[in-house]
């Protein structure tokens, strides 16, 4: 069993950055695809970035894309959202997900999931 948890959410400015972190747990997370998802207020959840299970494959959503860097650390357990020129649209909760396979961009394939982390862009 894989459990996540992400940190790191606040309050920006816009054109500033942030940088989301998400901790996993389980000895399996290593073969694992992981993915960033965000959640606006009234709005359905949507895809943001994936990444493969070794990291050599990325893949982002056309509104953060060149905005937006994903990273991962299997030794640590680690994946993170590097996240530059924020825009008042990239107000969301932000989850972190794994899935059980090496590579997948699609949500309904992600089986584990973080609780959330809120990111504000205001001035």
């Known amino acids: 069993q894989v459990q996540m948890v992400e940190s790191g959410g606040g309050t920006v400015q816009p054109g500033g950055s942030l940088t989301l972190s998400c901790a996993a747990s389980?000895?399996?997370?290593?073969?694992?695809?992981t993915g960033w998802f965000r959640q606006a207020p009234g709005k359905e959840r949507e895809f943001v970035g994936a990444?493969?299970?070794?990291?050599?494959?990325?893949w982002y959503a056309d509104s953060v894309k060149g905005r937006f860097t994903m990273s991962r650390d299997n030794y640590k357990k680690m994946i993170y959202l590097q996240m530059n020129s924020l825009k008042p649209e990239d107000t969301a909760v932000y989850h972190c997900?794994?899935?059980?396979?090496?590579?997948?961009?699609?949500?309904?394939?992600?089986?584990?999931w973080g609780q959330g982390t809120q990111v504000t862009v205001s001035s």
């Open positions: 997900a794994a899935a059980a396979r090496l590579s997948t961009i699609l949500e309904h394939e992600y089986d584990h």
């Open positions: 389980g000895h399996t997370f290593s073969s694992y695809a």
């Open positions: 990444m493969n299970w070794n990291g050599g494959d990325t």
